[in-house]
C-alpha cells in the first residue's frame, strides 16, 4: 500500500495526494511495511473469492430453479428472490476481489485517448445515475497517442465516471477534459465532478484497499485501487482534489506513446 502524502492547495484548503518520493529512512521502513502487507492481503483476497466463487455460484443456481418452481402467489417466493439478491451482491464483492487480486498483463498499442473517452461516454449515456448529469467535454484535439491497453483504460474511465455520478446523487455536471503536458511528454486526462467532495479525513485513504465513503451496499472499496494500480502499470500517475461540498477531480498523467515503436490500436488486426 503506497504512502500517500498529503499537501494544502491554497486558500480553499483544497488538497491533493500522490505517491510519494524522497521519504526518510522511517518512511521507508513503513512504506516496504506497507507493501509487504498489502502482498499478502492480495493473495488472500485471491484465495478467499477463489473458495467463495463455487458454492455462491451453487446458491445462485438453485435459487433460480426454486423461483421457477414457485407460483407467483406463493407466499415463500419473495425470501426465495432475496436470498438471490443477496447472493449476487456477495457474486459482485468476490468478482471486485478476484479482479483486485489479479493484474492482468498489459497488451498496449497506440491508443487515442479522446476516442477512448467518446466510446466510454457513449455507452453510458444512457446510465441510470446520468440521465440528469449534464457531461461536458474539453479534448485536446492534437493529444499525443498513449502506449496502453484499450479495454483497462476504459475500465478506470468507467470507474470515474460512475464514480462521479454517485456522488453527486444523480444530479450536476460532470467535466472531462484532456490536454498535452509538453514539457513532461505527458498526456493528462481530468475528471471533474460538482458532488460532495471527499472529507479530509478520508482524502489520504481514497486509494487505499477496501476503503470506501459509500453505504455498505453501494461499492467494495476496490474500484479506485484497480483504478490507480492499471494507471501504475501504464507509467502513469493518478490524483485527485477536492474539499467537502466542493466537488472532486481526478487527474491522470499518461507518458505520451513513442508512436513509431507501438502498433496503432486502428492497425491492429484482431483474429
Do not use: W
Request: charged residues 25%; aromatic residues 4%.
Amino acid at each position: 500500500m503506497v504512502d500517500q502524502l498529503l499537501f494544502i492547495m491554497g486558500s480553499k484548503k483544497r488538497r491533493r495526494i500522490h505517491s510519494g518520493q524522497g521519504l526518510e529512512p522511517s518512511k521507508t521502513h513503513e512504506r516496504l511495511v506497507s507493501a509487504e502487507r498489502l502482498k499478502a492481503t492480495v493473495r488472500v483476497a485471491g484465495e478467499i473469492a477463489h473458495e467463495l466463487n463455487t458454492p455462491l455460484g451453487g446458491i445462485l443456481m438453485y435459487s433460480h430453479l426454486l423461483l421457477g418452481d414457485l407460483a407467483e402467489e406463493d407466499p415463500h417466493r419473495g425470501k426465495i428472490v432475496k436470498i438471490n439478491k443477496l447472493a449476487h451482491r456477495c457474486k459482485i464483492i468476490v468478482q471486485g476481489l478476484l479482479d483486485f487480486a489479479r493484474e492482468e498483463s498489459l497488451h498496449p498499442k497506440a491508443v487515442r485517448i479522446n476516442r477512448i473517452l467518446r466510446n466510454v461516454i457513449g455507452f453510458l449515456e444512457d446510465h441510470v445515475l446520468l440521465k440528469n448529469i449534464s457531461i461536458q467535454t474539453d479534448l485536446d484535439p492534437a493529444l499525443p497517442m498513449v502506449s496502453g491497453d484499450e479495454n483497462q483504460l476504459e475500465q478506470v474511465f468507467v470507474n470515474l465516471i460512475i464514480n462521479a455520478a454517485q456522488s453527486m446523487d444523480g444530479t450536476g455536471t460532470l467535466t472531462l477534459r484532456t490536454e498535452f503536458a509538453l514539457d513532461m511528454n505527458q498526456v493528462r486526462i481530468e475528471c471533474l465532478d460538482t458532488g460532495c467532495g471527499i472529507d479530509d479525513e478520508h482524502l489520504g485513504r481514497i486509494f487505499e484497499p477496501f476503503f470506501t465513503t459509500k453505504k455498505k451496499d453501494k461499492g467494495t472499496g476496490l474500484g479506485l485501487s484497480i483504478c490507480h494500480g492499471i494507471v501504475q502499470r501504464h507509467g502513469g500517475t493518478m490524483t485527485v482534489e477536492s474539499s467537502k461540498g466542493q466537488g472532486s477531480t481526478f487527474s491522470i498523467r499518461l507518458p505520451a506513446a513513442e508512436v513509431d515503436s507501438v502498433p496503432r490500436a486502428d492497425q491492429v488486426v484482431t483474429l
